[in-house]
């Protein structure tokens, strides 16, 4: 089981390489989309998407993170175990829901998008904090593929599933 001061690092940590990562493509490769998969900039997109309502949501006071969705009623899983659950969800046919599927988005936008991620990274971060070990196991929020998972499997899930998106590009140009 991670600890608070290792997820925090590991989202830092894998956020900034896919930020990296990002930077460095070339127009050409930043808008490649092959087999009608998402371009760069879409799964940049896409991860903004994802972790700014995580960020918000943990602005929340616990208690109303108690009232809204309850407490969890086991252990949280592993990093390796929820892993293991995204991607048997993934290999089940799961796909991203409506509010999460982002529309074009070009070259030019790509530092906006850039400084969002980064601002919710920063964000998220700073949340986190705010949180006991014990409560990051204790409170509940939805995920849309993976149902109502604890505060600690979101964040691990946030960890995993931006490198998950980098290798998807690379996978996309053959890397």
């Known amino acids: 089981m991670l ?6 690092e590991k989202l830092k940590i894998n956020h900034q390489a896919f930020l990296d990562f990002v930077i460095s493509l070339n ?3 930043f808008l490649l989309a092959v087999n009608n998969k998402w371009t760069a900039g879409q799964q940049l997109k896409h991860i903004c998407l ?4 995580v960020a918000m949501g943990l602005q929340l006071p616990v208690f109303f993170l108690k009232l809204l ?3 969890a009623n086991r252990p949280s899983k592993t990093y390796e175990g929820l892993v293991a659950k995204y991607n048997d969800k993934l290999q089940n046919g799961g796909v991203a829901s409506a509010r999460f599927v982002p ?3 070009s070259f030019q936008q790509r530092q906006h998008f850039v400084k969002k991620l980064n601002a919710s990274v920063k964000q998220l971060c700073k949340n986190v904090n705010g949180f006991s070990e014990a ?8 995920h849309p593929l993976l149902g109502k998972i604890t ?3 979101m964040l691990y899930f946030t960890a995993h599933h931006v490198a998950h998106h980098q290798q998807l590009i690379l996978q996309s140009l053959g890397r």
């Not at 994802?50 to 309502?53: E, K, L, N, Q």
């Not at 409560?135 to 939805?142: M, V």
């Open 69 to 71: 969705f309850g407490k």
């Open 27 to 29: 127009e050409k490769d």
């Open 103 to 105: 529309k074009s988005v």
């Open 135 to 142: 409560q990051l196991d204790t409170y509940i929020i939805p």
């Open 50 to 53: 994802s972790v700014s309502p």
């Open 3 to 8: 600890i608070k001061q290792q997820i925090i």
């Open 151 to 153: 505060v600690r499997e």
